[in-house]
């Protein structure tokens, strides 16, 4: 149930509703749904404004309730018990169906509430996955703008069978008219993409459309927003163009060695990131892929919607990914039962059999965490040993349900063409093929620099990263690069916030040490 100071926070949030709401719940007689009724009668007691009902006849999946504004067909939906990262999502639902304003640009508010058609979106969710809250958060929005997009967000560990019935082995899974939509993160803008197919090209026209920049950054992690503020203070025209602001930092868990921040997560941090950034005059322009990039006078950024962005001086800063094993079955069963983050998906596991490929730091981690969730954990290494600190692996093997397997090549995963259900491995002592039999594979070897889109243009190490010197300056003149994409070593967020800044203050100083005619020359040929 919710604690004292959760109920005051709750309280000083509920005093912000402008229209009453209704809470309709449909309970059964099980520990969920007495739990449920529990927590929804602590919130209504919170505002005069609310006011609970039960209905065993509101919704086929019980515990489940929805937040409606009376008189309206405004509605909210939830199948389990929104704590956890959730908990937000609930917040959220409560005060804008009461009324509070939606922080959408007036453009896309406009976007989502011409959509023509009539769309039900089911979003299924674990209460340990920090992706899953952005596309709750974006689908009960737009259900609130129109009406007609209906949306109940589902905990996957609540309706096991459900999840087993539809195969789900990842989170957030979203379905559409009972068709499956899409999976992973996504926002608002990702959503309407998907649904207004000519939008991104109206994009891409509106993006061509800008004048050229001073600095443009591209990618949004901590390299980026650092990069950005710290041009945007030297006055100058700065942009930033990122396939999603944050990067990698929104898929992190625990950030504990950020200095100064004792203690945070990815998503709380990268909020914290957008939002120093958009105190300055940044030109954000999140949600794009560049393609590729074009040197010269003025430097282009080609982007996926064929939109082409300008720019005097370039800051790359596009991150890393998490790396594949590349061996037969992996893409095939991606989301299947191949996962990357145990966070999300861990919950989705109980009681089976996994197993974690990796024995550093993430991997071992991976494992002990699985371990509190499912039946049996598997963990393959490929050294001889594994590297991760003694500290974690003295509590890996401290675990009564954990197999420590080294010096094991993963050659292959299998599956019934559905879902996952083993792998094989070579033991690198013998040559020996084996064979383990499980549910489900958490790849954890490390990471993969997000630099493809720039062979033959920068200088690439053979690791694929981008090759800088000490100022962070690349092999094309103006063009500078910062964080997990480049050749600096120790890849850390506060590496690559330092880093970012490096370039910026390297990219001004390219600016007004360039030749005023080249200055000249480069804006008139915008005009």
């Not at 609970?52 to 515990?63: D, F």
């Not at 509430?113 to 979106?121: H, K, S």
């Not at 920049?213 to 930033?240: E, M, N, Q, S």
Request: some cysteine; proline content about 3%; overall charge negative.
């Amino acid at each position: 149930m919710l604690d004292a100071n959760l109920k005051t926070q709750l309280k000083s949030y509920l005093e912000k509703l402008v229209y009453p709401i209704e809470i309709v719940a449909a309970l059964d007689e099980g520990d969920k749904s007495r739990e449920l009724r529990e927590t929804l009668q602590e919130i209504a007691e919170l505002s005069d404004k609310i006011t609970l009902n039960e209905n065993s006849e509101a919704s086929g999946r019980k515990p489940a309730f929805s937040i409606n504004r009376p008189g309206t067909d405004i509605s909210v939906k939830f199948a389990g018990i929104p704590m956890g990262h959730e908990f937000t999502s609930l917040v959220l639902a409560l005060l804008q169906v009461g009324g509070h304003p939606i922080k959408l640009d007036d453009a896309v508010i406009e976007q989502i509430r011409n959509l023509d058609g009539d769309y039900l979106f089911e979003t299924y969710f674990s209460l340990s996955c920090q992706n899953c809250p952005d596309v709750v958060q974006a689908l009960n929005t737009m259900s609130i703008i129109n009406p007609r997009i209906k949306h109940v967000a589902i905990d996957g560990a609540l309706y096991q069978s459900e999840v087993d019935e539809r195969q789900i082995m990842s989170v957030p899974t979203v379905y559409m008219n009972g068709e499956l939509f899409g999976q992973g993160r996504s926002g608002v803008e990702e959503i309407l993409a998907k649904l207004d197919t000519g939008a991104s090209a109206r994009k891409g026209e509106e993006l061509s459309a800008k004048e050229a920049f001073d600095v443009l950054i591209v990618g949004g992690g901590p390299a980026g927003a650092a990069a950005a503020v710290y041009a945007a203070r030297k006055g100058i025209r700065t942009g930033v163009v990122a396939e999603r602001f944050g990067g990698q930092v929104l898929d992190t868990m625990a950030i504990e060695n950020f200095i100064s921040v004792k203690e945070t997560d990815g998503p709380k941090f990268a909020v914290a990131l957008e939002q120093h950034v958009r105190a300055y005059d940044v030109d954000i322009m999140n949600l794009q892929q560049a393609v590729e990039l074009v040197p010269g006078k003025l430097i282009e950024v080609k982007l996926a919607n064929g939109g082409v962005l300008k720019s005097k001086t370039v800051i790359l800063s596009t991150g890393a990914r998490w790396r594949e094993i590349n061996v037969p079955g992996e893409q095939q069963y991606r989301n299947n039962g191949v996962a990357y983050c145990p966070h999300c998906d861990g919950p989705l596991f109980k009681g089976k059999r996994v197993a974690v490929i990796g024995g550093g730091n993430s991997g071992v981690e991976a494992a002990i965490d699985l371990a509190g969730l499912v039946q049996h954990v598997t963990l393959i290494e490929y050294d001889s040993a594994l590297r991760a600190d003694e500290v974690l692996q003295r509590k890996l093997r401290s675990l009564g349900n954990v197999s420590i397997i080294t010096s094991a090549q993963t050659t292959e995963i299998h599956g019934d063409g559905k879902k996952v259900n083993g792998l094989s491995y070579k033991d690198r002592t013998t040559d020996e093929i084996k064979q383990v039999e499980l549910e489900g594979v958490f790849i954890q070897i490390g990471l993969v620099p997000n630099t493809e889109w720039l062979k033959g243009t920068v200088a690439l190490s053979r690791f694929g990263e981008i090759e800088i010197d000490a100022r962070g300056q690349t092999s094309v003149p103006g063009v500078f690069a910062a964080g997990d994409a480049t050749t600096v070593p120790f890849k850390q967020i506060v590496i690559a916030a330092g880093d970012g800044a490096k370039a910026a203050l390297s990219a001004f100083d390219h600016i007004i040490r360039s030749p005023i005619d080249e200055v000249v020359a480069a804006e008139a040929a915008v005009v």
